[in-house]
């Protein structure tokens, strides 16, 4: 038998890996999950800003966010685009890049009243479930890397069926002090104490209709409270070596 012979054209090419990662406002996971999926060559789909976009383009049309039936409808005619390249994910609506817009302090108050809708929840986890196969089917015209998708439900509703599912928690204090020096570039008691809405008040409401704080059977926590970005990476990669064998 020659070399050539030997060579089994046949064989499958590598299962596209979809990792799936929740958490609470803080935690890290639009950190994490971007460079996770950089290292592993993955896309990256952050579902936290297609509620934010939701929530812009309700505020954009004068739809009350009060009004159940009428957000649910705006939602569901939301001509929305996700860019899902971890170097430089983009989200927008109707054209409009909405990268800062949809990270104001105004759309960080409102998302959860939009977020708690559940047909809207309905209907954007069809389309992050649509997002999330398109990515993962071989052969598509994506190319079928795999994806990495974080939110609140991923693990739990969206993806229960992927590959890697991971919870990423840390204690309160940690995540209040990120967000404050994201928001006011200082974790002062002050500027963590004007943070309280966006990450306590807020996953208090959103933990109403999705459950985000204990992890899920088969879903693996990893605690970041103690760990810096790079060791939280590390962390996340090595689950994923575990679970699937694959290693940046
Ligand atoms: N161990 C860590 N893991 C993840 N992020 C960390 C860590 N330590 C500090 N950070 C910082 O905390 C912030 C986390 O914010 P983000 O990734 O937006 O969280 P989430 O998407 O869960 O709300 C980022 O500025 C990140 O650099
Ligand atoms: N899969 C998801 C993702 C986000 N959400 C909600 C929860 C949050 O209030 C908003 C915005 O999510 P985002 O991940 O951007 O929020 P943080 O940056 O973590 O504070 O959307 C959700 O309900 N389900």
Redesign the pocket.
Known sequence: MSDLAAVDTDAAPPTPLVIAIDGP??SG??SVSRRVAARLGLAYL????M??AATWWCLESGVPLVDGPAVAAAVAAMPLDMGVDPAHPTVSVGGVDLAEAIRRTEI?AA??SV?TNLAV?AALGRLQRAAIDAEAEPGSFSGGRGVVAE????TTV?APDATVRVLLTADEHSRLSRRARDVHGSDSASAMRATRD?VVR?DAD?STV?QFRVAADGVTTVDSSALDLEQTVQAVLDIVERVSGRTP
């Open positions: 406002s803080g996971k639009s952050d579902t936290g800003a509620y934010r960080s998302v959860s977020a929840r939110g609140r439900d991923i969206v966006q807020r959103d999705v």
